[in-house]
């Protein structure tokens, strides 16, 4: 289990009443690195007929914004309702008085508290299947030359499955879970030949886990989180991997519950000629991903569940703007006809924060006041209540930190001192922001990771500001334009009061000059 946490348990699994209403379930799919423009209903160039349904039927947020952009720190957002900065792991390794450096370093531990514990204190039981992403627990080397149908290397993925297994239940709260990914696939104890993308069988592992639910009579929470659109190439999943391969080696239970690897093929092929291969593997991913919400769907409508279920779509960052926190928000989609009205669509300025305090509301249940989240419900703005729930949302990335308001975005790198003092007007663009001057890409540009620079100009700027009205791509800083003196004023004020409550000093802020007079 993860951290105990006093609740009140408010679901009964009396008959319902119209006093004691029975709780909803919950379907939380995470995507990886799905952007809006993938899906229809933000206008994409792809048809995603299931994911638009949810659109169609529930709410669309326009201004959902992750707290970070690369998929470690997001995922501990989505998992714990904090920002990634107050993880555990983050403090032991960023020395005493220093900014702390957000990658692939915010763990959960096992004092933090997890959306499984606020919804298993909530009366739930609750199940996570496919990627965890938040740390890693033991386990036992697998050549990667092995063969899955070997009986030798059968013992080890075996126990290594169980490992995976009890880790989520015992530190991040679960009480089940199903075909777990520690880590991405290719940086897994498994096979080469299983070091591909599964969503047949994640989806297949899903079905199976709504039959577990069913022998109880409990409401559920279940977290379904993907490993696509997100590299390694889909296409050569799709075109090099046995069909048959899983984590568990080759099986063959899950091959009917979506359409075929051939069908998938032809359909991205329609969409061709392909820029590059990654356009192609991502086509092939965000269609593979519309089927499995489609599955999904389906099964739940098919058990008579669908209405009484509270489906989630979310990524945990985009690609464009991946590991910087230039680009715009991420797609969310929720359906729920008990309260949201079909179509609606919700501008308000949102956090994944926000996400866990939400789904509790929704569902009608209880958060109390010491629960740490960093987040607020939104369930006024789905109800139509408000337009607004907070007046800024905070990201940070690196030594990178952010505000976005409803017209404004503003981001701000500041180094620790030591390196700080090193840098001059002369080689502060051979600095990335991860603070490092080895070469991530392109050798002939900055030390850029996923050539960055090449897509936000501001990229090596120590102060960016955008008008997101005029400039949604994010491509000319205002910071040094007086015209926007005020507004830049503004969003440091922002950035100001998100410091003072975070465990890591960040440069000058902290202390905000407009409260104190300064």
């Known amino acids: 289990m993860g951290a105990a946490i006093a609740f009140g348990v408010w679901y009964v699994s009396a008959p319902a009443t119209a006093q004691a209403p029975a709780a909803p379930n919950v379907l939380i799919i995470v995507a990886d690195d799905a952007e809006r423009r993938d899906l229809g209903s933000y206008g994409g160039r792809l048809a995603t007929p299931n994911l638009d349904r949810l659109a169609a039927e529930g709410a669309r947020f326009t201004r959902a914004y992750p707290t970070s952009t690369v998929c470690t720190p997001s995922r501990y957002t989505l998992l714990t309702g904090r920002i990634p900065s107050r993880s555990a792991t983050v403090a032991q390794r960023t020395p005493a008085g220093e900014p ?52 030798d290397y059968a013992r080890p993925m075996e126990e290594n499955i169980e490992l995976r297994a009890r880790h989520i239940r015992e530190l991040g709260g679960f009480d ?156 969310l989609l929720i359906r729920w006809p008990e309260k949201i009205e079909p179509g609606t669509v919700v501008d308000g300025v949102v956090s994944l924060a926000d996400l866990l305090p939400s789904l509790i509301d929704l569902a009608g249940g209880t958060l109390p006041a010491d629960y740490p989240t960093d987040g607020v419900s939104f369930v006024p703005l789905l109800t ?81 500001l955008y008008d997101l009205r005029a400039d949604p791509g994010e491509q000319h800083n205002l910071a040094a334009d007086p015209a926007h003196a005020a507004a830049l004023a503004e969003m440091k004020s922002h950035l100001h009061r998100f410091s003072a409550d975070l465990p890591h000093p960040f440069g000058e802020f902290g202390i905000d000059p407009l409260e104190t007079g300064e």
Do not use: C
């Open 100 to 151: 702390a450096r957000i990658t692939w370093n915010t763990f959960i531990n096992p004092d933090d508290a997890t959306l499984a514990d606020a919804f298993s204190a909530n009366g739930f039981a609750t199940a996570l299947v496919g990627k965890w992403h938040v740390g890693l627990g033991p386990q036992w080397h697998v050549p990667p030359r092995s063969w899955p149908d070997d009986p």
């Open 176 to 331: 089940h879970a199903r075909a777990v990914y520690p880590n991405n696939v290719k940086a897994m104890p498994v096979s080469s030949r299983l070091m591909g993308h599964h969503q047949h069988w994640l989806t297949h592992e899903t079905l199976r886990q709504f039959d577990d639910f069913a022998l109880g009579d409990r409401p559920w929470l279940l977290y379904h989180a993907t490993t696509i659109p997100h590299p390694p190439d889909i296409w050569d999943t799709l075109h090099d991997m046995d069909p048959r391969a899983t984590l568990h080696g080759y099986r063959d239970e899950h091959l009917d519950v979506l359409p075929d690897f051939a069908d998938l093929i032809r359909r991205t092929e329609a969409y061709g000629p392909f820029e590059n291969r990654s356009v192609r593997s991502e086509t092939a991913g965000v269609l593979w991903l519309d089927d499995a919400v489609g599955a999904m769907l389906d099964d739940l409508e098919a058990r008579g569940l669908l209405d009484r279920t509270i489906v989630v779509f979310v990524s945990d960052h985009g690609r464009r703007g991946k590991f910087v926190l230039n680009d715009g928000p991420v797609p």
């Open 384 to 464: 139509g209540e408000a337009e607004q729930v907070r007046a800024a949302a905070y990201m940070e990335v690196t030594y990178t930190r952010g505000v976005v308001t409803a017209g404004f975005k503003y981001i701000a790198t500041r180094f620790p001192e030591r390196i700080a003092e090193t840098l001059t007007p002369d080689n502060r663009r051979r600095i990335n922001p991860e603070g490092a001057g080895e070469s991530f890409g392109d050798p002939d540009g900055g030390r850029v990771r996923y050539n960055k620079h090449r897509i936000f100009p501001g990229y090596f700027d120590d102060d960016q």
